[in-house]
Every structure is written in C-alpha cells, then in structure tokens.
C-alpha cells in the first residue's frame, strides 16, 4: 500500500530533528553487535532505584483502594483526573502562594502533546489568512517543537548571545533582547528553562522580560519546565517557577520516573486553559488515569518533592560534575572548546569552536571510538539563517554510569585534539 498523503501526513510521517539522528544510533548499535558502545544519546532518564519503589509503593496503595475501579474503568473529565488536579492546585498555591482553582490546570499525555495543541491552536493560519508565528526566543532549544507545528513555516527561533569566559573553557546562553520580535503576528512563544539541550537556565527576569514584551498582544508564552523545581528539581542553580498573566507553566512527569505513564500539566491563565482543554478532547478525550491517580498521592504525600530534591537533582548534578572535571582534566588547553555552565537538566552541551569538521563529521569519529552523543545541529528549529555555530556543538546526555561518562569524555578529548590537529597540519 502507498497511499497518497496530504501535505500534513506528509509532514507528520517524517521523523524530525533528533528522532532523526536515533534512527542512524539504533542502525549503528545493531550493525555493530558485539561492539562495546557508551551510548550518551539518549534523553531516556534512567530508573533510580528510589524512584521505582516511589512508584511502586503508589500503585499498591492504589489496587488496595477502592478508588481504583474509577480510575482505570471510567472514562473521565477532559481536564485530567480530579484528585491529580486538586494535589496540585493545593500543593502550588501553598508553596508558591497561589491562587489556583481546578480552572487553571489541564492534565495532558505527556507534556510533548501540550506543546502541539498549543503550537497549533495559537501558531499557524487564521481565520483571515494571516501567520502567528511560534517564536523560540532562544536557539538552541528542543528539538521536538520542530516536529509540533502543522505550519512548518510558523515556527521562528532567534540566536542568543554568548557570554564566554575563555580562561574556564565554559559559556553561556542569553536570550539577544536586540533582535527578539514579539508582535502581533506572534501566536506564542515556547521556551524550555532549564533548557534541553544546553542545561541553560534563563533569568526569572528573563523569563518575565519575555512575558512582558509579549503580554500587550495577549501571546501566551509557554515555559517548558519538563526540568524545573519543584519536581523533577534538575535545576543546580537557584531559580523560581514564574507564574500568572500570559504565562502557562508546562510540567512533566516524565524525568521523575513516569515517562511511561505520558503525564504532561499546563497551569495558567482559565481562557488559555480552555483553548488547549477542548483541543485535547477532540484529539484524545483524556490522557490516561492510572498514573495520575498514583501521581496524586505521590505529590499530597509530598514524597515526590522530596525525591525530586534529595535523590534526582544530586544524581545528575553529580555526573555533570565528573563530566566537567573529565573535560578539564583532558581537553587540550589551547583548543577553543567550551562547556555551557551545567545548570541543570540531564545533558552537557559542548561548543567546540572552529571545528575543522561538522558536528555529523565528529558524531561519525566519535563512533569509531565506541562514543555515543549527538550532534548539536539537530537542537536548531526554527533558526533559519547560516550560523556555524549550528556545527559546532554536541549534545552529550548524563545517562550513564560515572565510569561510562569519564571514559567518554576522555576519548571524546582524544578525538578532539586529533581533528584539530590534522586541520592545522594540512594549513
Ligand atoms: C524540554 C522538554 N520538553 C518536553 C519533553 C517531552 O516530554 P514528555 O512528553 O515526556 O512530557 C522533553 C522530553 O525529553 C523535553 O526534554
């Protein structure tokens, strides 16, 4: 069968951006059979044996309860399940001295969704024929809000600024507020903080700059906190959620043990709410219940706070940190590389500038020496201008043991040196 596709199934039946790359990944663990690979790709979070039982002991207290009946052999509300909804709006509004009401939260399967109802309820064609931009402030950022826009060309991201501190061979990410539009051709804006890849954590004032330049044109703007406090806590800098106004704070359960389960939560203003409610009814009706009703009970416990800040953040943190010091130890110092500041999430990203080759090229070496990672040029959606930049960069996921890591990057600084050094010798 070949059926003919319309422009949409044609787009959507592409693999994009990183998913892209897994395919060449998955071909090269299979073709290689036999061969030992540290494979630092993949953003899958690795099962922490705390954060199992967490679970665990959850779905016990729910097959003893005679909730359970209600929760997986009913259909439910659109919004999410009710007791997930209500844990939250309390454990929010005490903690963060909110007032939310079960109007401001949607329950959705898996945040990814989320980013697809609203890159398409508020980016793309209107009524009148006029383009809403989806604006990415800062490039890099997730490669799936590359693969969430029915509009392709809606989606727009603009380069940042790069503070470098060229002694520490580390550097940084701002957002470029002299080139940042936001007008009334803007539909939202999507940004993830602490950001996938990079591990950069925008500014409170940042983030409520963006708010601001956006809030006279009513353009929601989406944090993407798949990352943030108060759960999964994989920020290793300080920083506040920032809530209210066109903001819609966009969580996921995906980094705190629940990938499996697809639980995504928008929080945010009722109208915004609503807009995204009735895309997922038609879409979905609703996302799955079991993992919310165990969800629930993990946040009114408060256990999944205090997981989230004693077991998840200091088990990342602490593979950044053997990351970082590896490099240190065995990078040359007289090659430009530099490390972006690890201010959370489970990724290193590591700018190597004026590479001779493209990051693909240095993916490809970096196979031959039984490593693993990304190359950076697939983090760029939306950034449609020449910047080379774009190749120089490589995602490199903290999802392995201390000792995978530390080989890694050792033979990564191997690699690096010798692909500089052919460059200068064939000057
Ligand atoms: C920044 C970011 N946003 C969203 C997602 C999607 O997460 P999920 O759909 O599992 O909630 C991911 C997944 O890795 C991510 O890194």
Known sequence: MNPALTKIGAQMSNLTGVRAIMKDIIETLRAGAGQQFINLSAGNPLILPEVEQLWRDCTAELLASSEYGE???RYGSSQ????????????FNKRYGLNLSDRNILVTPGSQSLYFYAANAFGGYTNSG??????????PDYTGYGGVCLFPEALIAYKPTLDIDATAHRFKYRPDFSQLSITESTGCVILSRPSNP???????????????LAAPYDVPVLVDSAYAPPFPALNFTEMMPVFGGNIIHCMSLSKVGLPGERIGIAIGDENLIHVLECFQTNLCIHPSRYGQAIAARAINSGALVEISKTVIRSFYQNKFTILESTLDATMPKDLPWFLHRGEGAIFAWLWLQDLP???????????????????????????????????????????????????????????????????????
């Not at 000792?403 to 064939?426: D, F, G």
Request: hydrophobic share 40%; with cysteine; proline share 4%.
């Open 71 to 73: 929760v997986v052999c």
């Open 80 to 91: 999410g399940y009710a007791p997930l909804i209500e844990a939250i709006a309390d454990d």
């Open 130 to 139: 006029e383009l809403k931009q989806i604006v990415l402030p800062l490039s």
């Open 198 to 212: 990079t591990g950069n954590v925008l500014s409170d004032e940042e983030v409520k700059k963006i708010a601001a």
């Open 357 to 427: 080759i493209t990051d693909w090229e240095f993916y490809q070496q970096l196979k031959q020496v039984g490593v693993i990672v990304v190359p950076g040029s697939t983090f760029f959606p939306g950034l449609q201008e020449e910047w080379q930049h774009k190749q120089q960069c490589l995602r490199i996921s903290l999802t392995g043991t201390d000792e995978e890591i530390a080989t890694a990057m050792q033979r990564l600084a191997k690699v690096a040196e010798e692909v500089y050094q052919r460059a200068s010798v064939s000057v």
